[in-house]
């Protein structure tokens, strides 16, 4: 018989539109889990239209929304980011003391992801952490291990993540190498990885519209937290590079990170400057899209995690531009370039020479969510710990 | 000549009584360093009437108050202490906006102490956290930990605190056994340990007067975050030891952690129901004259952490009971019992018994404030770091 | 057949424990209607333990919370009822987010129902409020006329309250007098005013406890918003005036409005300092319970607006002290006097010698809960309105 | 001798740009006084780049600011608006307590001047309010007389403004028409009105560069807060008009009201859509240089306040669409139309054959500033306030 009073209450937080796509295959095996329940709750950008609105896709993904936060604070300045996470344990603390979940679940290393994990610690409610583990050198070094050190599980993406957790002082019996969730996505559509879908029309964006059958570069550059005054300079760099090469050019527009104004002033005053023929410019994409424009590209440019992470499972070309990424675990599909449009060019170049690349699993093979759902529905449960020395 | 504009300005925030005494030589010394600037903030239960009002220590004793920041939110639940975090960020993160203090230093392990790390660390401001690498095992384990992987600087109060926080990744350069500044306090008083005031009629308080000249031991017991049911039996037992023991007992009210609510309704409860005749109940004492009460008394019997600390520098004899400060180093002077008044009253017979015990430096040796000062004025200012592993 | 589809969603926020008593049969009539469905939302002091609990009180009595929020900061000053308020926007514009209430009504004038208010009225739902058009002269006045401005329907308790409310500007179509709900409770009550429960075993409480037999007065004093410097002296002059009197006391704590902490230290104040061989001390009661302790009391003294309202309608002899029931109608049952003990007590022995009062409808006759609920299921909805000058 | 501790702090709370150009000349005259001191407190869009960034005006005119805040929560929606208002609370009240001022002063009927007014009238400090007792019909019309029911000064604007207030409620002797203080900006620039910038190279903006010389139209057209479905709808119809009328058009991007984001995006697709050779886009203008653009242009079309407050003094000609400034007093220069592209395009016809208008003193003549300066210096300070019947 059917007792569903039992089951397990996952409460997942998701505040940003890439969070979504990264976590998306395990929210789908918590929900199909028979003895799991899920509580999903949006907020931050991922509620927002300008950052992409991933609210709706998660609705069209066929999720229950269980409670919506709005805690952004406007500003993209630093004093604003705190702010956000501020509001973020106000509401989240009132959200998780309704939905009372047995484990709350959150996702990597941005900012306000603290707020998720400040309130569910405080309320003492076992914390689950996906991601942690990982080296990057920006701000979110600092959150993210903060993160791991307020977590009660912790479901990392790579064997050097897996270690570096339990360095941190956390019992090895609930740390887990799980692989990244994210890769199994790209390992879906990489069995179907042929265009169903016309950009151009699905997705609108600005700019001219090049044929993208004759090879097209992606390019997606976020500002870097601790760097937020260079963030123009350092897409200007790019910008000049991809310019240069002459080749078709699919942009994207930043995320909301500190620093993303002066990005997207970067990005406007180039166009307004530049006669551009080849270059069409993205608000967004839906991630399965997403992937199946980079499996056709002959390649991505800029500072993306998924040009670590999924782009290693993948294949997919990487030029990898400045420090935001510096530090985690690299496939043998990225060259590590500075902010400097000849280094940038070059390292294009050298990728469109050779073709293509070799794939990789350090970022798991594919069945990580279903891996995650099965531990949170059998890890013991439990608040409380202590460091291991 | 005197060129004040190039001092550095050192943003301090106090959020309860116990961490303004516990940092009060670090204040001074910072007030009084030539390259130095003073900001201090007082936030939290350091303002409030019920829990000491520290604010008005802090006036007496000469110190300007650069802002306020009402941010406590009722309830005494874990709802409540979430709520008064994500209530300080918002507040701290104008408040930094306005002072821009070149380093922020924030003290020990108080769940509002998050505030303080998150605001100055997601505004890039360098921040140093003084009291980590302790264990102990409750809420506070978290957060000490969290903190620390948000800090740039560690100044911390013990060698084996030293090693615990090298061991979570922190750049050993940046690490520093400074000693307790608690314990330059008791260093002081300890040079001139006769009592200077007559307690009763200076702190009021309740319950009846016992002679003080016959020898008396003193009550101080918090709850338990991670018990909080339990923090009524808790005092009970407690109570019930000290009835047994039939000597003058100085007892004090609990922090405004959550379970306070337990501990005092516990406390009230043990008054009505027994006549008292050598009981006397305090609501809060300045640290000065406590530290004088510790000395000239038998001993403490609680939890709190000056038995583990100061008392281990005093050798003042410490029955300490439950988990509240498991895992921190211990002096000569400490009985380690559990929530048990046969146990609390049989170890401390054997304090009486034997009358004193030995002092310690494991803590510092009474210049932890000056050497903190020192380092503030010294460091590099920084706020980007990565894990050394 | 049944279309609860269709049924209006009426959302209601309480805020403390005399605004449930006051509004509790309307409460009920909503939750008993055929086109209406209850949304109840417990705010502020009505979830604290030391004010009471009252959200106890409404599981209780049957009805289910659609949400709680936490809100209440700490200070008992004035910068913390503003703060509460805050606080109480941000949370209850995510609650009314989803909750999609058709109606929110708010009642009366306590300064944290402006947060209901204005987070209803700024998401353009219908607002209504209860118990506008009153007069009192303290921050109260400003909160209740600035809701007024803020509703878009009135249901007022007396004609002098309607007659303001169109003078104010508002539509005469949507105001409507309604009576009090209070008066509901206190004519259930009325006709079975027999002791059914013992008080003190009952309430707890502190003091002595007097024959009840023999005839008490009831004692319910709360600070003055805008004297909160003078509430001690206030309470003491009221305590001084019953010492004298030496008949039966029963006091009641004050609210948690500003100054409540020199109410409550004047209460203690003059505990120690007095032998009070016949005063017994309540934190609170239950309404029903509170009423039939009123009915059977020689009379009430203080500033309750029970006294003014309730009273009036029962009959019970009032001794109304100072400026906080200012301008309220009045019944024939009360007395006014100042912060004066010789007054107090002359106006107290005019009471005792008459021994009884006439009764008034001027706030309604007993069936204001119903009135409102057919109200709320009839009105048309808006939340656009100019004023009528 | 001068005595700089005897003078009147008056803490003005400036949040958003509109406000500042309105108040402009009344911070002038506070700063000039002998007897005040001026407190400038920055806070919501008025700090915020997209919205015009009024703070670095203040900045270049000279003015110091004594705080900011940030508390503009992201959406753009209803839910945004109340928790802006939320945050606004939790933050003005803490600067008031830090600044201590003895008046504050606020500004209009935005939405978040409803947090300096609880924040004012909540700490018990006087409250004086600019701009009272206009009759608009959106939610500025529930926050404008709330505000006004909070308010213990009233400046207001207009005969008509004066009367409403009185009605309200108010006491006569605490209700001043001062005339607007906008208007003794217009009075200044329209001494001196030639063009003595070019807008295109000191303001950018997007669009083709019609020359200025041959005549042209301002359009300035923002979202009604209860309309905000049909935001676009309207930008659309005024955008259609002035399309088919073919004569140089200078647009101007909306407020940051609730529904901008359709005017936005209309303004964008209309773009898209249609080759418009003689359109010019600004973000925002210094308030002088956009008088200057208004008296030497022949007309403003939209729902700006200023069509009917400044160009009722300067005699501009003004298309007035929909309800947006509905009862406001109007000059002889208006023409009232509703979203309807032929009523609008005929009304500008109108204005186009017939050339001027005359001026017209019904929002005051110059001195306002001075007036509403001297009233600050020599008012009664009270906080308390009963209303008139």
Known sequence: MNKPMNKRKICVVITARPSYSRIKTALTAIKNH?????????AASALLDRYG???????????????????????????????????????????FDNLSPDIVLTVADRFETMATAISA????????????????????????????KLSDYHFVASKSAYDRVIKLGEDPEAVFNTGCPSIDLAANV???SAFNFEPY????????RPDLDKGYWV???????????????????????????????LCFWPNVDAGADGTSTGIRAFREMNSLHNFHFFKNMEPDDFLRLLINSKGLIGNSSVGIRECAFLGVPVVNIGS?????????????????????????????????????????????????????????????????Y
Chains 1, 2, 3, 4 share one sequence.
């Open 34 to 42: 028979p003895e799991l329940e899920l509580q999903l709750v949006v």
């Open 53 to 95: 609105n991933a609210v709706n896709y998660m609705i069209q993904d066929g999720f229950v929304i269980a409670a919506k936060v709005f805690n952004v604070l406007e500003g993209e300045n630093l004093t604003a980011a705190a702010k956000t996470t501020g509001i973020g344990i106000l509401e989240l603390s009132t959200v």
């Open 121 to 148: 610690s405080y309320m003492n409610i076992p914390l689950a952490h996906v991601q942690g583990g990982e080296v990057t050198g920006n701000i979110d070094e600092k959150v993210r291990h903060a993160i791991t």
């Open 190 to 192: 990489n069995t179907n």
């Open 201 to 208: 029309s699905k997705y609108g964006g600005v700019g001219s």
């Open 219 to 249: 390019v997606m550059q976020h500002p870097v937290t601790t760097e937020i005054k260079a963030s123009r300079m350092q897409i200007e760099q790019t910008l000049k590079a991809v310019h240069e090469l002459n080749q078709p050019i």
């Open 324 to 388: 935001r990424q510096n530090s985690r675990d690299r496939g043998h599909n990225v060259i590590d370039v500075s902010y400097d449009s000849n280094e940038i060019l070059a390292a294009i170049k050298k990728h469109d020479a050779k073709g293509t690349t070799e794939t990789s699993n350090i970022y798991g093979g594919g069945s990580a969510g279903e891996t995650i759902a099965d531990l949170l529905a059998s890890v013991a449960l439990k608040f409380h710990k202590t460091i291991t």
